[in-house]
């Protein structure tokens, strides 16, 4: 069952699919319903055109490693680590690098 606020969201996006603030933030509600596969979907497709500082490679890395997807998980992170130190955020970059040695 989907959400009014998923709903609402990806309304919007038809409209708009170049919106890509509105694709993240569809992906972050499809994060915090559980939906993963859905987010995970979301959040490529935003990566794909976005500038983005590390922030949705920490959330794609977080999604797949609950999916069990660990190989592509492991993928994310480390791509998360190169932008959050390209974009100047090394705090974000540890977070990133502590998932790596987290088991993962």
């Known amino acids: 069952m989907s959400s009014s606020r998923a709903d609402s969201l990806r309304a919007l996006l038809e409209k708009?699919?170049?919106?890509?603030?509105?694709?993240f933030g569809l992906a972050v509600e499809y994060?915090?319903?559980?939906?993963?596969?859905?987010?995970?979907?979301?959040?490529?497709?935003y990566l794909e055109s976005a500038d983005d500082e590390g922030n949705a490679w920490g959330r794609l890395?977080?999604?797949?490693?609950e999916l069990g997807?660990?190989?592509?998980?492991r993928?994310?992170?480390?791509?998360?680590?190169?932008?959050?130190?390209?974009?100047?955020?090394?705090t974000m970059a540890d977070e990133f690098r502590a998932e790596l040695g987290d088991g993962l």
């Open 16 to 23: 708009r699919p170049d919106d890509q603030r509105l694709r």
């Open 61 to 65: 890395g977080q999604a797949l490693r």
């Open 31 to 45: 994060l915090s319903e559980g939906r993963l596969e859905e987010a995970v979907k979301e959040l490529r497709t």
């Open 75 to 90: 993928a994310a992170y480390r791509r998360g680590v190169e932008v959050a130190e390209a974009h100047g955020h090394p």
């Open 69 to 73: 997807r660990d190989e592509e998980a």
